[in-house]
């Protein structure tokens, strides 16, 4: 059975400071892994590829290919790693105006079922180093 998720996040950032997050190599690296540390190379452009490794004991390798890019409003990709069956899974990623920065909205679709819920698990604590990477710098 194919499934998907759907993730709702504030992010205290504007939109074009959360776009380049997704879209930036040197920024992507800096939260998209759960745990550990992330690898990410980036082809920015539709029918562009981009690669990232989630690195902790073992290294993951996610890759996927951009079909749609609306900056800084929307990003649509493929999504390919060990864990999402033979097909190429599809995330969406819409960025709206809200008060306290901007609200992402992320829709993985195409998903195997019993991968769902690793997936909603993942991706929730990817966007929390996301929000974390994105909010207020503390003076050193």
Do not use: Q
Not at 25 to 37: D, K, L, N, Q
Not at 49 to 67: A, I
Request: proline share 8%.
């Amino acid at each position: 059975m194919i499934a998907a998720l759907v993730l709702e996040r504030v992010l205290p950032a504007t939109a074009e400071e959360v776009f380049a997050a997704w879209t930036t190599p040197e920024r992507m690296a800096e939260w998209m892994s759960p745990v550990g540390t992330a690898e990410a190379e980036v082809d920015l452009r539709v029918g562009g590829s981009f690669r990232v490794v989630m690195v902790e004991h073992d290294r993951l390798e996610h890759t996927g290919e951009y079909l749609e890019l609306d900056p800084p409003r929307r990003l649509v990709f493929t999504w390919v790693s060990p864990y999402t069956g033979p097909e190429p899974s599809l995330v969406t990623v819409e960025l709206h105006p809200h008060d306290d920065g901007t609200r992402l909205v992320l829709t993985h679709e195409r998903l195997p079922e019993d991968v769902v819920d690793g997936h909603r698990n993942g991706w929730d604590s990817m966007l929390e180093r996301l929000a974390g990477i994105l909010g207020p710098k503390e003076d050193a």
